[in-house]
């Protein structure tokens, strides 16, 4: 069983950054992927990055690649994203998950089996 926190969200100007934080509790094993994913009001929640937990590569969406960028502290059990660069779009409340299953890059919800309770980031323009 893994528990996710996420924290660090905020309101923000168009053009500034902000760094989200996910803590885990229990044990995260070196096979899983751990993502970041945001839903905006009225819209499906969407894959923005992931990062394998052993390794430390990463994946992005198309719409933040050079924009965010995700890490991860493997002793202390937290992952971070790293967001520059904000737009008016990219305002949502941002999810942590855990994917348990070693099977590459996964960007579907449904696919990753643990959940932080979100964190709301909004954009002003």
């Known amino acids: 069983q893994v528990q996710l926190v996420e924290s660090g969200g905020g309101l923000v100007q168009a053009g500034g950054s902000l760094r989200l934080s996910c803590v885990a509790s229990g044990r995260i094993f070196s096979g899983y992927v751990m993502g970041w994913f945001r839903q905006a009001p009225g819209k499906e929640r969407e894959f923005v990055a992931a990062?394998?937990?052993?390794?430390?590569?990463?994946f992005y969406a198309d719409s933040v690649k050079g924009r965010f960028t995700i890490s991860r502290n493997a002793p202390k059990n937290t992952m971070y994203l790293q967001m520059n660069t904000l737009e008016p779009g990219d305002a949502a409340v941002y999810y942590c998950?855990?994917?348990?299953?070693?099977?590459?890059?996964?960007?579907?919800?449904?696919?990753?089996?643990?959940w932080g309770q979100g964190t709301q980031v909004t954009v002003s323009s």
């Open positions: 998950a855990a994917d348990t299953e070693t099977a590459g890059w996964r960007t579907i919800p449904r696919q990753y089996d643990y």
């Open positions: 990062i394998s937990w052993s390794g430390g590569s990463t």
